[in-house]
């Protein structure tokens, strides 16, 4: 039906969008602490970027994202995650030109053919940071803290901190035949989806919502055996920074995350009250991104956090603060003449910064005061004939109903000293 919004969509309802804009600011004050600054990106790609970027044979690839051919013959698909887009941005606006480390956040729209739920619709919104060309564990571990910081500053409680390395492309190798090896002798066992991840990436079969939940799972091989000197280095230091900074977490070897970019650190927060999609926040480093788009060897590390999740998180906690509207003043008039005097009225308090409606229905004057107390202000600023012949305004305060005649030009300032 036209009147109906496509599945897996929302709108934002005006009594909703204080609480976004309220979540927004809230990034954008913490990315202002941590030095990060803000980016936007394009809300479709070429296709190749994110086959090449998140990689063929991910559930996002290969089933998830939209994608169609544009009449350029070209094909484009709507960004399903922004990392790819945000390297493709550093990469062609040459952002590593001016300094090693370049810190970038940004919030918007993402796209993905899913099953819609609660929490996760298929147009969904993510803030995320990334932080490129630097590859000190110390860097993984304030994206982590920024991530953790953000929820804690929401007043949410019962998160967890889970953390893995995925490897490198030194070890990661001996670690994926392992795994083939071993599932292999549980083929049978394997869902449809996981039969066909073993031959092309089997790291895919341990983030598995279906295997997942099996007894053969609990005894697949560990990454923490085949781990390089490096990865395990690396590990390790995050770790430590983690614990300096009084970051409680969870070391869980089966979080691999769902894209192929990881490399080393993977992380998740999880809000345990959300049940099976529980997690809200998530990330890692991935050091060979931008060189698979066409850049040089950079390091990098970054998250993503959904914002639907963390409102349906704020909202069970009651947690979202008191939505009020904020008119201070509403022009109440009589007659023709004195609607013209009032909307002169309403422009000079708009000028002045003084939040202030009218009724442009031509109610009776009765009709307009009780839209005058509906609306929440704290003033009925009435005009009518005597007003206009005397140059004044009658200003009535809402909260004490005691009401005074003013000059017309004294209004404003009068208004703005309550």
């Known amino acids: 039906m036209l009147t109906n919004a496509p599945r897996g969509t929302k709108d934002i309802l005006p009594e909703q969008a204080g609480n976004w804009l309220w979540l927004e600011n809230k990034i954008r004050e913490l990315c202002a602490l941590y030095g990060y600054d803000e980016i936007r990106t394009p809300t479709f790609e070429h296709t190749e970027l994110f086959q090449r970027g998140i990689g063929e044979g991910t559930d996002v690839v290969d089933k998830e994202m939209y994608t169609f051919i544009d009449r350029g013959?070209?094909?484009?698909?709507?960004?399903?995650?922004?990392?790819?887009s945000v390297v493709r941005a550093y990469l062609q606006n040459k952002l590593y030109a001016n300094a090693g480390l370049v810190k970038l956040f940004y919030v918007g729209s993402m796209f993905r053919y899913d099953r819609p739920q609660a929490g996760r619709l298929r147009e969904f919104h993510q803030f995320g940071v990334e932080a490129?060309?630097?590859?000190?564990?110390?860097?993984?571990?304030?994206?982590?803290?920024?991530?953790?910081?953000?929820?804690?500053?929401l007043g949410l409680n019962d998160l967890k901190l889970k953390?893995?390395?995925?490897?490198?492309?030194a070890c990661r190798p001996i670690y994926?035949?392992?795994?083939?090896?071993?599932?292999?002798?549980?083929?049978?066992?394997?869902?449809?989806?996981?039969?066909?991840?073993?031959?092309?990436?089997?790291?895919?079969?341990?983030?598995?919502?279906?295997?997942?939940?099996?007894?053969?799972?609990?005894?697949?091989?560990?990454?923490?055996?085949?781990?390089?000197?490096?990865?395990?280095?690396?590990?390790?230091?995050?770790?430590?920074?983690?614990?300096?900074a009084g970051v409680e977490f969870e070391i869980n070897p089966r979080l691999v995350r769902g894209l192929d970019y990881?490399?080393?650190?993977?992380?998740?927060?999880?809000?345990?009250?959300?049940?099976?999609?529980?997690?809200?926040?998530?990330?890692?480093?991935?050091?060979?991104?931008?060189?698979?788009?066409?850049?040089?060897?950079?390091?990098?590390?970054?998250?993503a956090a959904g914002l639907e999740r963390i409102l349906l998180a704020l909202e069970l906690q009651r947690l979202l603060p008191e939505q009020t509207k904020k008119?201070?003043?509403?022009?109440?008039?009589?007659?023709?003449?004195?609607?013209?005097?009032?909307?002169?009225?309403?422009?000079?308090?708009?000028?002045?910064?003084?939040?202030?409606?009218?009724?442009?229905?031509?109610k009776s004057m009765k009709a307009q005061m009780k839209a005058a107390a509906k609306s929440g202000a704290k003033f009925a600023l009435i005009v009518g004939e005597d007003e206009i012949a005397t140059s004044t305004v009658t200003v009535k305060n809402l909260e004490t109903s005691a009401?005074?005649?003013?000059?017309?030009?004294?209004?404003?300032d009068k208004i703005s000293e309550h």
């Open 403 to 412: 009401q005074e005649k003013i000059p017309l030009a004294e209004v404003p």
């Open 132 to 153: 490129l060309g630097e590859k000190n564990p110390a860097v993984d571990a304030e994206i982590i803290l920024l991530a953790w910081e953000f929820l804690k500053s």
């Open 327 to 362: 008119i201070t003043a509403f022009v109440v008039s009589g007659g023709a003449a004195a609607e013209i005097y009032a909307f002169k009225l309403l422009t000079d308090l708009r000028r002045k910064n003084i939040p202030a409606a009218m009724d442009f229905a031509k």
């Open 73 to 84: 013959d070209r094909s484009i698909t709507l960004r399903p995650e922004n990392t790819a």
């Open 176 to 244: 994926r035949q392992k795994l083939t090896e071993y599932f292999s002798e549980n083929v049978d066992e394997l869902c449809g989806d996981c039969q066909r991840r073993l031959g092309k990436n089997p790291l895919r079969i341990l983030d598995c919502k279906i295997d997942g939940l099996k007894d053969f799972m609990d005894d697949a091989p560990k990454i923490e055996t085949c781990l390089c000197d490096d990865c395990r280095e690396h590990f390790n230091a995050v770790k430590k920074f983690l614990t300096a």
């Open 163 to 169: 953390i893995n390395t995925v490897g490198c492309p």
């Open 262 to 303: 990881y490399t080393k650190t993977a992380f998740e927060i999880q809000y345990a009250p959300l049940g099976a999609q529980s997690a809200v926040a998530g990330g890692g480093r991935y050091d060979g991104l931008i060189k698979e788009i066409g850049g040089d060897d950079t390091p990098a590390v970054g998250f």
